[in-house]
């Protein structure tokens, strides 16, 4: 059974930090590219940064270059999206997804991704 199980998120102040983690079971990273999505209350869900695991190799949006960073933990088979100089804006369900990729590159579209999380809730507010 392919599964990812997103966890880690929570109710943050504006400027605060969370860590979310995305545990994959069923399958091995190695081979795939994972993304992280969010979808803000009223929006559709759109990609906001996606690893590569055949190289490490990362693609983010604009909006988050320099605050957020994807990581993984092969031995743990679990990928990290590490927040910093959280906004308001930043609130939203956010999930992890997976297709299969053997290019040293990872797409951010939304319709390129297999698998998918359940969720995990963040927000920002003071």
């Known amino acids: 059974q392919l599964q990812l199980v997103e966890s880690g998120g929570g109710l943050v102040q504006p400027g605060g930090s969370l860590r979310l983690s995305c545990a994959a079971s069923g399958f091995t990273m190695d081979g795939y590219a994972i993304g992280w999505f969010r979808q803000a209350p009223g929006k559709e869900r759109e990609g906001i940064s996606c690893?590569?695991?055949?190289?490490?190799?990362?693609n983010s949006i604009q909006s988050v270059k320099g605050r957020f960073t994807i990581s993984r933990d092969n031995a743990k088979n679990t990928i990290y999206l590490q927040m910093n100089s959280l906004k308001p804006e930043d609130t939203g369900l956010y999930y992890c997804?997976?297709?299969?990729?053997?290019?040293?590159?990872?797409?951010?579209?939304?319709?390129?991704?297999?698998?998918w999380g359940q969720g995990t809730q963040v927000t920002v507010s003071s």
């Open positions: 997804a997976a297709y299969v990729n053997d290019y040293p590159y990872c797409s951010r579209r939304l319709q390129e991704y297999d698998y």
């Open positions: 690893i590569a695991t055949t190289t490490n190799s990362t």
